[in-house]
Structures are given as C-alpha cells and as structure tokens.
C-alpha cells in the first residue's frame, strides 16, 4: 500500500513561485510513476506534471510547460512539484498520484492518491 501526503501548498501572488511536496509512508517510491493533478473549483481534476518510475522522464501539461518542474528523490521518498511563474488560472487543489506501471497523463489509472494540498495565486 502506497499512503501519499502532500505538503507545500498555500497563498502566492503571481509571478511568484511554489514547492509542492508529496511524501509516502508506505511503500517506497520505487517502481511507481508518480504525477501530480490540479481540480480547480469547479472543474475536472486535470493533469499536471507526471514522471517516470526510473525518474528520467518526465511529462508536463502544456499549459504549465517551462513554468512547472517535477523530480523525484528516491532516497528521501519524496516527489516534488516546484512552479515559477505562476498565474492566477494555477489556482486549484494539487494531489500527487502514484501507479505501479508507466506515467500517463490518464487520472483514472492511477492507483493511489494524496489528500491534496491547496494553491491560491492572487494577481
């Protein structure tokens, strides 16, 4: 079992940058392709940034590409979403999402979920 928890959210002004957080206290990372999601009010749950389970690829929606970072330290267990830049349309609940198999843009294949973290962007 993959237990997720996401830290690092909070309020920025835009142009301002962030660092989300998402810690597992279960299993290890390793052999997971790890991703994150933003549902802003209202709205679907969309995806962010995904990274592979060897951490060397990495996958970015277009609308955070350039803007948006994603790693992972396998040693701490911990994947990482930095973001620069942001906008005011960034305002949304990010959770880090895990699945056993490639990193995929899909959010109903993922397998284990975060609680969230929220991120506000004020203009």
């Known amino acids: 079992q993959v237990q997720l928890v996401e830290s690092g959210g909070g309020s920025v002004q835009a142009g301002g940058s962030l660092r989300l957080s998402c810690a597992s206290s279960?299993?290890?990372?390793?052999?997971?392709?790890m991703a994150w999601f933003g549902q802003a009010p209202g709205k679907e749950r969309e995806f962010v940034a995904a990274?592979?389970?060897?951490?060397?690829?990495?996958f970015y929606a277009d609308s955070v590409k350039g803007r948006f970072t994603i790693s992972i330290d396998n040693a701490k267990n911990t994947v990482s979403l930095k973001m620069n830049s942001v906008k005011p349309e960034d305002t949304a609940v990010y959770y880090c999402?895990?699945?056993?198999?490639?990193?995929?843009?899909?959010?109903?294949?993922?397998?284990?979920w975060g609680q969230g973290t929220q991120v506000t962007v004020s203009s």
């Open positions: 990274i592979s389970r060897s951490g060397i690829g990495t």
């Open positions: 279960g299993r290890t990372f390793s052999g997971y392709a």
């Open positions: 999402a895990a699945r056993s198999g490639r990193a995929v843009t899909n959010r109903s294949i993922y397998d284990y």
